[in-house]
C-alpha cells in the first residue's frame, strides 16, 4: 500500500486535474502508472469535484493507492493581518504535523503555485523529508519563477524546495530553463496534452454549420467583469445561442440579469464538457484566467473543432478568421498541433492585428460595448 498525502495551495485541495505532479506521483506508487489514467480535469483541468473525487479514490485503492489531502486555510479578512497570517501558518503547521502522524505516508505531493503559500510549502517538504517520505514538488506559473529570483525570504525558501524534493516538476515551457539552472538540478517537464479519450471523440465533431451553439465561454476560471461582458454581448445578440460552463458567483447573477439567450450548464466532467464544446462554434476565453489551466482549455476547443476567442482586458482582443491560420485537421502530431496554436497566437496577418489593436485600444462602456460588436459582425463576414 502507496500512503499519499497532497497538499493543494488552492483553496479548493480536492482537484487532482491534469497535474503533472500527480502522475510523478502515480508512477511512483503503481506499477509504471499503466493504470494511473486521468481522473481529473475537464476544460482547463479544473473540473475534478467530490463525485470525481470518490471514483478516484476508488481506483487508486484497487492499485494499492491510499489518498489523503491537507487543505490550505483559506483568507481570513480579519485584522491585524501579521497576528491573522502567523495564525494561518502556525495552523496549517499544526495540520501537516498531524498528517504526518496519522497518516505516515511514503509520498507528498505538494501542488504550489502562489507566493503566499511558500511557507507552507516548506513546512509540508522539510516534515515529509523528517518522516522519511518521497517529496513531489510541482513548481507552477511565472509567479514563481519570479520568486526564486528574489534575495527575500521567500526567494530564499523557494529556491530551497526547489533543491530539496525528490522531483520536481513544471508546466511552463518558458520556466523551466531557469527552474533547472537555479536548482542545479534537471528538471520534469510534461506539457499539457489531451487525453486518448478526447482524441477519439475529435473524430465525431460536427461540421461549423452545423452546430447549434454559437458561443461557449468557461466561468469558473474567470474574472466577474469577464462574465459580464459575456452576458453583454448575449443582451446585444439576442438571435445567437450561448452557454457558460462552470462555476458562476451567486453574487454576479443576482447584480445582473441572466439574458435568455444564455445556458449555464454548471460544472461537467470532461467528457461532457468536450460534446458541448464540438456543438460549438466559437470558444471564448480571457487571456488571462484565475486557473492554469488555460493551455489545456485552448487546445480541447480546437480538438473540438471550435474557434478560439481571446478576451483581453475584458474585451475581445483575437478572432482568428484568417484561413492561413487556421488548423489542420489532419494534425496527429501534438507537437504540431502545439505548434499551430503558437501560431494561432502570433497572428501574422496585419489585418487581423489592426482590429486587435483598435479592440485593445476600448474603454469600459456599454457605448463601446456595442461598438465591439459592430467590429466583431465586420471580421466574422
Excluded at 542545479?184 to 461549423?208: A, D, T
Excluded at 456599454?366 to 463576414?381: C, F, G, P, S, T
Amino acid at each position: 500500500m502507496c500512503v499519499c498525502v497532497k497538499y493543494n495551495a488552492y483553496r479548493d485541495c480536492y482537484h487532482l486535474g491534469n497535474s503533472v505532479g500527480m502522475k510523478c506521483v502515480l508512477h511512483f506508487c503503481v506499477e509504471e502508472s499503466n493504470r494511473a489514467t486521468d481522473f481529473g480535469g475537464g476544460v482547463g483541468g479544473y473540473t475534478t469535484y467530490t463525485n470525481r473525487l470518490i471514483a478516484a479514490q476508488d481506483s487508486f485503492l484497487k492499485s494499492g493507492f491510499e489518498m489523503h489531502f491537507s487543505r490550505v486555510t483559506p483568507p481570513l479578512k480579519l485584522k491585524p493581518k501579521l497576528l491573522v497570517d502567523l495564525f494561518k501558518l502556525l495552523f496549517d503547521a499544526g495540520r501537516a504535523l498531524y498528517s504526518m502522524f496519522r497518516y505516515r505516508p511514503d509520498v507528498i505531493h505538494i501542488h504550489g503555485m502562489y507566493w503566499r503559500s511558500t511557507y507552507r510549502e516548506v513546512i509540508f517538504l522539510v516534515l515529509g523529508r523528517i518522516f522519511s517520505a518521497n517529496v513531489f514538488y510541482e513548481a507552477r506559473g511565472g509567479s514563481f519563477s519570479e520568486c526564486i529570483q528574489h534575495r527575500s525570504l521567500q526567494g530564499h525558501l523557494a529556491r530551497f524546495l526547489l533543491r530539496s524534493a525528490q522531483v520536481v516538476s513544471i508546466q511552463g515551457e518558458k520556466e523551466i530553463g531557469s527552474l533547472a539552472g537555479i536548482a542545479g538540478r534537471s528538471i520534469l517537464y510534461m506539457p499539457n496534452v489531451i487525453s486518448p479519450q478526447l482524441e477519439r471523440m475529435r473524430f465525431e465533431n460536427k461540421k461549423f454549420s452545423e452546430r447549434d451553439v454559437d458561443f461557449c465561454f468557461l466561468g469558473y476560471v474567470s474574472r466577474a467583469k469577464n462574465i459580464e461582458l459575456f452576458f453583454n454581448i448575449a443582451e446585444l445578440n439576442p438571435d445567437k445561442k450561448f452557454t457558460c460552463i462552470g462555476f458562476v458567483e451567486r453574487g454576479l447573477l443576482d447584480a445582473v440579469s441572466l439574458p435568455k439567450n444564455v445556458s449555464l450548464l454548471g460544472r461537467l466532467d470532461k467528457v461532457d464538457a468536450f460534446r458541448v464544446l464540438q456543438n460549438t462554434k466559437f470558444f471564448l476565453f480571457p487571456s488571462k484566467m484565475r486557473s492554469e489551466g488555460q493551455p489545456n482549455a485552448i487546445l480541447e476547443a480546437i480538438w473540438a473543432g471550435c474557434v478560439p476567442i481571446a478576451f483581453n482586458h475584458g474585451f475581445i482582443a483575437d478572432l482568428i478568421q484568417d484561413e492561413t491560420l487556421m488548423l489542420d485537421p489532419n494534425v496527429e502530431d501534438l507537437t504540431a498541433l502545439n505548434n499551430q496554436v503558437m501560431k494561432l497566437y502570433r497572428m501574422k496577418d496585419k489585418t487581423n492585428r489592426s482590429h486587435r489593436s483598435e479592440l485593445i485600444s476600448f474603454t469600459r462602456s456599454h457605448a463601446e460595448v456595442e461598438r465591439l460588436i459592430e467590429v466583431y459582425r465586420h471580421l466574422v463576414k
